[in-house]
């Protein structure tokens, strides 16, 4: 349920990052046993004081696994700020990140966990940013349950600026392997400023 209120990179429950790029230049290797290894760079599409347009502005770098219901995989970004950043001091910090996740199905079962974590995050000098994730879902005939808790903490040196958690529920049922109707809850939560973010939504996707 991707692009839902339990979408783990948006919403209430959203703690992960998320680039969406106009414009990239990517390779991903033939299956070699399971592993798959993939690599993108990303021209500058900035438009700020301090724009650039070199061919790898930014680039990133992965690993994938998949055999016997296991599933895995980690990367590894480098985001160029061209446009300032937030820290006016370092308008030139970069943002580095990294990621691991995976996941297990067995039977009508599925389970997975996913951890990030980021130095000068959002392009603010010395600020840490680490998240994680953990998810389970289970099928019973054309129905499903999925559930999801989150949890994040960005930190500047020993002052922690966001400290959050996050929960979510979803039902489906499928009609078919292209029509699925969906409801689902997702609470969001940040202790450091006491915001809370609860959503509840109904949809259908269909596959064309």
């Known amino acids: 349920l991707g692009d839902s209120v339990i979408d783990l990179n948006s919403g209430p429950v959203g703690v992960f990052q998320e680039v969406r790029a106009s414009n990239g230049i990517a390779y991903v290797s033939p299956n070699m046993s399971g592993f798959t290894v993939a690599a993108a760079v990303v021209p500058g599409e900035e438009s700020g004081a301090n724009a650039a347009d070199g061919l790898a ?3 990133s770098v992965g690993v994938m696994w998949k055999g016997a219901g296991f599933k895995f995989g980690a ?5 160029e700020n061209q446009a300032g950043g937030a820290d006016q ?22 389970v997975g966990a996913v951890y990030q974590d980021s130095s ?8 840490d940013y680490t998240a994680w994730a953990l998810t389970g ?6 129905n499903a349950v999925s559930l999801v808790y989150t949890d994040s903490e960005a930190e500047d040196g020993s002052t ?13 049922h499928n009609f078919s392997k292209r029509t699925k109707v969906y ?9 450091e400023s006491d915001d809370e973010d609860d959503r509840f939504s109904l949809g259908i996707i269909h596959s064309f």
Do not use: C
């Not at 990367?75 to 985001?79: A, C, D, I, N």
């Not at 001091?89 to 039977?107: C, E, H, K, L, R």
């Not at 000068?120 to 600020?127: H, L, S, T």
């Open 137 to 142: 879902k289970a099928t019973f005939g054309n």
């Open 89 to 110: 001091a370092d308008p030139n910090v970069d943002m580095d990140t990294w990621q691991i996740g995976g996941s297990y199905a067995f039977g009508a079962f599925s």
């Open 120 to 127: 000068d995050a959002g392009f603010v000098d010395n600020r």
């Open 75 to 79: 990367g590894y970004e480098v985001l």
């Open 160 to 172: 922690t600026v966001s400290d959050t958690t996050g929960w979510g529920i979803a039902g489906e």
């Open 57 to 59: 502005d930014h680039y």
């Open 183 to 191: 409801a689902a809850y997702a609470s969001g939560e940040d202790d």
